[in-house]
Every structure is written in C-alpha cells, then in structure tokens.
T-cell receptor, first 115, second 113 residues
Framework: NAGVMQNPRHLVRRRGQEARLRCSPM?????VYWYRQLPEEGLKFMVYLQKENIIDESGMPKERFSAEFPKEGPSILRIQQVVRGDSAAYFCASSRGQSGNQPQHFGDGTRLSIL | QKEVEQNSGPLSVPEGAIASLNCTYSDRGSQSFFWYRQYSGKSPELIMSIYSNGDKEDGRFTAQLNKASQYVSLLIRDSQPSDSATYHC?????????????FGKGTKLSVIP
C-alpha cells in the first residue's frame, strides 16, 4: 500500500493518559499535515510539518499537543494528559511539494476515544 | 476568520439525476480548490481539484469555479447509490509558507435507487 499510513486505527485512552498517533506519508511526499474531525463536523487544520521542521502550527491547541516529523520514521502527533474533548478522528495528509496546487492525500485516520 | 460554507444537507437525489453541491469561501485570495468525498467512518478521498475560473470535467464529475463570486460547485451526473457520501469543499488559504486546507462542514448526499 503506497498510500498514507496511519496507526493505530483506533486508540482508547483514559483521562490523563498520553496518546501518540503515527503517520507515514505517501512515497515521494515530504509534507505532512494533521487535521482533526469532530462528529458531524468538517476537518480542522492542526499542524503542517516537513522533515525536522514545523512549518505552521497555528491550528494546534497551545497546551498538551505537540507534533514532530523526524529525519527518520513517521510523523508523530502527541497529546498529553488527554481529556474527553480530545475524542475525535485525527487524519494525516501528505503532499509532494510546497505548493497550493499539490493535492493532499489522506490516511485512514486514528479514532481516539477518551474514557 | 477565513471560512468555507456548504449546505449541510442532506441532499437527496434520485438515481440517474444530477447532484449539485455548492460552496462559498470568504478569503478572496484563495488559490486552490478541492472536493473530497468521505464515506461514513472512512478517510476523505480527493475527487476533484480546480485552480482557475471555469469548468473542469472528469468523468461524471464537473467542478465549477467563479473567483469573482467566491463560489465553487461540484456537479455529479448520472448519480449512483455508490455516490452517497459526505462531500467536503476545501480551499487553500492565501499567504506564504503554509498550504493548509480550510474545509467546509460537508454536504451529505443520498442517492435514492
């Protein structure tokens, strides 16, 4: 499968625990975006990364959320001390280049449930 | 606040009819426009992209863009039950450095056999 790979598909955490979501972009893509989708809502941008760089984190909550895209390995979205309101579907997308004309392709998402 | 507006629906059309999905956006400098289809519980799937005024056709799908009116639409001809899904309009914001997509809330389409 040469598409965007996300894991896990489903993640259950208790309040106060940490959640780690992983995303491997499509082959040949070096730009990664994270979006969050609440039930019956549109997707909301969180963060845009290239290898070893955070380019735009304007959609990230100021506390508890962080993201990285190391030189080797997948991009990681980390949520510390999760709360019920963090329950959502988290989608990763990747694109080939840095241009508004480069379409973003989405992974299957991680459904995060907070007990 | 840069926004993308869509009718939430549901939009119901009979099989074989034309489904018309509409979207308006607030950022006049927006440059790229996309339509994504999302089946329930699945990921968004890119079905159309359009960058300049006018129409763009791909099979049964036609995207229409009018930048003066800040309006983009998607027409689905010969609608099939398998087209039943939520359709998201997405726009890249103007400005340098980031090409994040701003999404509408999506229009739920039901094609009735």
């Amino acid at each position: 499968n040469a598409g965007v790979m996300q894991n896990p598909r489903h993640l259950v955490r208790r309040r106060g625990q940490e959640a780690r979501l992983r995303c491997s972009p499509m082959k040949g893509h070096s730009h990664v975006y994270w979006y969050r989708q609440l039930p019956e809502e549109g997707l909301k941008f969180m963060v845009y990364l290239q290898k070893e760089n955070i380019i735009d984190e304007s959609g990230m909550p100021k506390e508890r959320f962080s993201a990285e895209f190391p030189k080797e390995g997948p991009s990681i979205l980390r949520i510390q001390q999760v709360v019920r309101g963090d329950s959502a579907a988290y989608f990763c997308a990747s694109s080939r280049g840095q241009s508004g004309n480069q379409p973003q392709h989405f992974g299957d998402g991680t459904r995060l449930s907070i007990l | 606040q840069k926004e993308v507006e869509q009718n939430s629906g549901p939009l119901s059309v009979p099989e074989g009819a034309i489904a018309s999905l509409n979207c308006t956006y607030s950022d006049r400098g927006s440059q790229s426009f996309f339509w994504y289809r999302q089946y329930s519980g699945k990921s968004p799937e890119l079905i159309m992209s359009i960058y300049s005024n006018g129409d763009k056709e791909d099979g049964r799908f036609t995207a229409q863009l009018n930048k003066a009116s800040q309006y983009v639409s998607l027409l689905i001809r010969d609608s099939q039950p398998s087209d039943s899904a939520t359709y998201h309009c997405a726009v890249t914001q103007s400005g340098a450095g980031s090409y994040q997509l701003t999404f509408g809330k999506g229009t739920k389409l039901s094609v009735i056999p």
